[in-house]
């Protein structure tokens, strides 16, 4: 009897109650699943040689302070917060929609952080994957503090599909997406013909 009702919690109510959260959280079937099965092989990637350059060409760019809140999005596993612990700083947060060591689960269009909280957002790889990227970045820019910094690097001339969903084309694509009512300085921007990264800083943002 036990296993039984073990079965009918496993095939039935827990994929009602997941169909509940991300109708909850605005999110669909075809959306959540598709980058849950993706983070899901993902999970034991090593993006070091992708986020330790980045995070020193960031650090050679700005002052950001060794207290500095960072909030990784997309992080898929606990390598890419561990670069930034290893030069120095200790106050990292870093999201996925799969829970992990080191992991928080989150989605990075509601972010369960308060306004103005965090000094860095950095997102590597993660926001082509959004389904709506203008709430993203809004939700990037509402936790960012004012003088804090985005970054973002993206893959770029590629045919989308249900997991990567957005082809920015290059910067100005992707800085078309931020809020109108926001204001940023460019510190840099990198382009390949496969990648782009952009460094910015938030000058002010709607109140």
């Not at 994929?15 to 034991?44: D, N, T």
């Not at 060794?66 to 999005?73: E, G, T």
């Not at 561990?82 to 990075?108: M, S």
């Not at 809020?179 to 109140?207: D, F, G, M, Q, Y």
Request: with cysteine; glycine share 6%; net charge positive.
């Amino acid at each position: 009897m036990r296993r039984w009702r073990e079965a009918f919690i496993l095939i039935v109510l827990f994929p009602l109650f997941v169909l509940a959260r991300l109708r909850a959280r605005g999110l669909r079937w075809g959306y959540w699943w598709p980058q849950v099965r993706q983070a899901l092989a993902k999970q034991g990637k090593d993006v070091t040689f992708r986020t330790a350059p980045f995070a020193d060409l960031i650090i050679a760019s700005t002052a950001l302070s060794y207290h500095a809140k960072i909030l990784c999005v997309g992080a898929r596993n606990a390598k890419e917060p561990a670069v930034w612990r290893e030069r120095g700083y200790d106050r990292v947060t870093a999201i996925d929609l799969l829970p992990g060591p080191g992991i928080q689960c989150a989605d990075f269009h509601r972010l369960p952080f308060g306004d103005s909280s965090m000094d860095l957002y950095y997102a590597s790889h993660a926001l082509e994957h959004a389904f709506d990227a203008d709430l993203a970045l809004a939700e990037a820019t509402r936790v960012l503090k004012p003088g804090g910094w985005l970054f973002a690097a993206f893959p770029i001339s590629f045919r989308p599909t249900v997991h990567d969903r957005y082809d920015f084309r290059d910067h100005e694509g992707f800085l078309s997406h931020l809020p109108p009512a926001s204001r940023w300085s460019r510190l840099w921007t990198r382009e390949t013909p496969t990648e782009c990264a952009v460094l910015l800083r938030l000058e002010s943002k709607a109140a």
